[in-house]
C-alpha cells in the first residue's frame, strides 16, 4: 500500500483549475484539423517544446493561443470531459473549475458555447463518475473592468440555466501591474448578485495584493497567496480567519516563483496553521495533474500522511459546497 495510492484514495476536491489548463497536446492538435486551423507547430512534440517558461506571462502566451482551437460546444466538452476522467483516476469527489469567457469570446465565441459544453461535461460527470463540480467564471485581469462588466452582462442571462453550477466568480491572467482594486466595482456588483468569490493573489504579485483581494474585492479564497510569507502580519490574519489559499506547486515550479520544489513553503504554510490545499492549476502545460502535485509535493518537503489528510481535508472544507455535502467526506 504505497503513499501515492494512499493520497489517491483520500477524498480531496480541486479548486484551482483552469479548465483551459487541461488542454493536452494531443487534443489541441486534434481539435485544431477538426477545425481546420493551422498550429504554428508542425506536430506534438515541438509545441510541447515551447513549454518551457521564464515566468506567467511566458505561460499565458503559449495558454491563450492553445485556447484557440476550442470552437463548438463540443471542443469545449472534449476538454472538459478529458479532465474529468483525469481527476476520477486521481480520486477528486468535487472540483470547482475556473474558465476565462473573455479568451473565447473575444474570438467570436458564444457565450452560451462555453458555458454549454463545459456544463455538459460536468454534468456528466456528476451523473456518471460521482464527480460533482461547481463553476468559476473569472476575468481576465490584464483587460479593463469595463471589459469585465461586459462579460458579466453577456453570461447574466445563462445563470438561470446554470445556477447548478456557475456559482462563483474569479480573476486570473497577468498578476503584476493589475492589482485587485483595479476590479473593486465589478466584485461590488457580483457580490450584491450573490455570487462566490474568489481571486488569484501572490502569486507573481506582492503579498499587499493578498491583502486588497481580502479588503477591496472581499474574496473568501486566495488562488496561490504564496508571498503572503513576506507579511508576518498578513500570514497572523490568514491563520486567525482560517483564509484558504489554494496552492499550485507544479505550476509555482514551472514558473519560476520557486527555483525549486524543495524550496517551496506548501509545508511552512501548513506548519504555521494556514488553511492551505494543494491543486493542479494549468496541469496540461504544468506537467502534472492532482495527484502528481501531491506525490511531488510530498517527496521533496517530506510530507507525511498526517499533512496530507490535512491537506485533503483543507480543500473540502475549503470548497462551496453546502455545509451537510462536506461533512459526508470529512
Ligand atoms: N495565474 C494567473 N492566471 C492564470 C494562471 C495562473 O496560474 N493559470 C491560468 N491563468
Ligand atoms: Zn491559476
Redesign the pocket.
Known amino acids: 500500500f504505497s503513499l501515492r495510492e494512499f493520497t489517491r484514495q483520500l477524498p480531496k476536491a480541486e479548486l484551482h483549475l ?1 479548465i ?2 487541461t488542454l493536452e497536446p494531443d487534443l489541441i492538435f486534434k481539435l485544431a484539423q477538426r477545425n481546420h486551423i493551422t498550429l504554428p507547430y508542425p506536430d506534438q512534440a515541438s509545441l510541447q517544446a515551447a513549454y518551457q517558461f521564464t515566468d ?1 506571462q511566458s ?2 502566451d503559449l ?1 491563450y493561443a492553445g485556447a484557440g482551437v476550442l470552437i463548438t460546444e463540443q471542443d469545449f466538452f472534449d476538454m472538459t470531459w478529458a479532465y474529468f476522467l483525469r481527476a476520477q483516476a486521481d480520486g477528486i469527489v468535487h472540483t470547482e473549475i ?1 474558465f ?1 469567457p473573455q479568451t473565447h469570446t473575444a474570438r467570436g465565441i458564444a457565450m452560451e458555447t462555453v458555458f454549454a459544453g463545459i456544463a455538459r461535461a460536468a454534468r456528466q460527470a456528476k451523473s456518471e463518475l460521482g464527480i460533482s463540480s461547481y463553476l468559476i467564471l ?1 476575468f481576465l485581469r490584464h483587460l479593463s473592468q469595463a471589459d469585465a462588466f461586459a462579460t458579466l452582462d453577456a453570461a447574466l442571462p445563462l445563470r438561470n440555466q446554470y445556477s447548478d453550477l456557475w456559482i462563483a466568480i474569479g480573476l ?4 503584476k501591474g493589475n492589482p485587485p482594486a483595479k476590479f473593486e466595482k465589478v466584485y461590488a456588483r457580483c457580490r450584491e448578485l450573490g455570487f462566490r468569490l474568489v481571486a ?1 493573489a501572490g ?2 504579485g506582492p503579498a499587499s495584493y493578498v491583502r486588497d483581494a481580502l479588503q477591496l474585492l472581499n474574496v473568501e479564497r486566495i ?2 497567496g504564496v508571498r503572503s510569507q513576506d507579511d508576518p502580519a498578513l500570514m497572523q490574519y490568514l491563520a486567525d480567519h482560517a483564509i484558504s489559499l489554494t496552492v ?1 506547486p507544479l ?1 509555482n515550479i514551472k ?1 519560476k516563483v520557486f527555483d525549486s520544489l524543495h524550496q517551496h513553503n506548501l509545508k511552512h504554510l501548513l506548519d504555521r496553521g494556514l488553511n492551505v490545499c494543494v491543486n493542479s ?2 496541469p496540461a502545460y504544468f506537467g502534472g495533474y492532482l495527484l502528481d502535485n501531491y506525490m511531488q509535493s510530498a517527496q521533496a518537503l517530506n510530507l507525511q500522511q498526517a499533512d496530507l489528510r490535512t491537506l485533503a481535508a483543507n480543500s473540502l472544507r475549503s470548497s462551496f459546497l453546502p455545509k451537510e455535502q462536506k461533512q459526508t467526506w470529512l
Open positions: 483552469h483551459e489548463g506567467l505561460f499565458l495558454y475556473m476565462d473569472s486570473d491572467s497577468s498578476e488569484h502569486e507573481e488562488d496561490h499550485c505550476s514558473l492549476d494549468d
